[in-house]
C-alpha cells in the first residue's frame, strides 16, 4: 500500500511539473483594438485599464502624444497609439497604463477586448517590410478570427531612438 501512495505522488507531481513546462510555453497577453485592427500587449506590462481618463494637453509636444495625467501623484505621459500607428481615433478612447522597465506610460485605444493566453510558439515574425517598428510580431488566437498584431511595448520607450 506504502507503494501505491508513492506511485500516486510520482504521478502527481509528473502531472504537476508537465502543467508548469505547458505555463511557460505561453505567455499571458492583454488584446485591444485600434482601428478596426487587433492588438496584443503583454499583462507583463499592463497595470491599469481605465475608460475614461482626463488628459492635460502639452504643448509643442508631437502629434501623438495626446498630453500627460496624473495617476495618484505620478505624472504618466498618454500616447494615442492610434495616431502613432498612422490611424485615426474611431471612437472615444480607453487608456491602458504599462510599467516598461519601470517608466510608466499610457497608450489610448479604441477598445480593449480580453486577456488570452497565447503559446510562444504561435507567435511569427512579422514581414521584413513591417513599416510599424511598434510591432513585432503576429499570430491568430483561437475564437478570434482576425490576426492579432503583438506589440513591442519597449518600443513605446524608445520611439525617438
Not at 485600434?34 to 475608460?51: K, N, Q, R
Not at 499610457?106 to 512579422?126: E, F, H, R, Y
Request: aromatic fraction near 6%; proline fraction near 6%.
Amino acid at each position: 500500500m506504502a507503494e501505491e501512495v508513492l506511485f500516486a505522488r510520482v504521478d502527481d507531481m509528473e502531472s504537476a511539473l508537465s502543467d508548469k513546462v505547458h505555463e511557460a510555453d505561453e505567455e499571458k497577453f492583454l488584446i485591444f483594438r485600434s482601428s478596426g485592427i487587433l492588438y496584443a500587449m503583454s499583462t507583463d506590462y499592463v497595470m491599469e485599464i481605465f475608460t475614461s481618463v482626463d488628459i492635460t494637453m502639452v504643448p509643442l509636444m508631437p502629434e501623438y502624444i495626446a498630453g500627460v495625467i496624473n495617476l495618484r501623484g505620478q505624472i504618466v505621459p498618454i500616447v494615442d497609439f492610434r495616431l502613432l500607428l498612422g490611424r485615426f481615433p474611431e471612437e472615444e478612447p480607453c487608456a491602458i497604463i504599462l510599467d516598461i522597465g519601470g517608466t510608466s506610460i499610457g497608450i489610448l485605444v479604441d477598445t480593449v477586448d480580453q486577456m488570452v493566453d497565447i503559446p510562444k510558439s504561435a507567435i511569427l515574425p512579422v514581414p521584413s517590410q513591417n513599416e510599424h517598428r511598434m510591432v513585432n510580431g503576429m499570430c491568430t488566437v483561437p475564437g478570434i478570427a482576425n490576426t492579432v498584431m503583438i506589440v513591442d511595448a519597449t518600443a513605446l520607450i524608445n520611439m525617438n531612438d
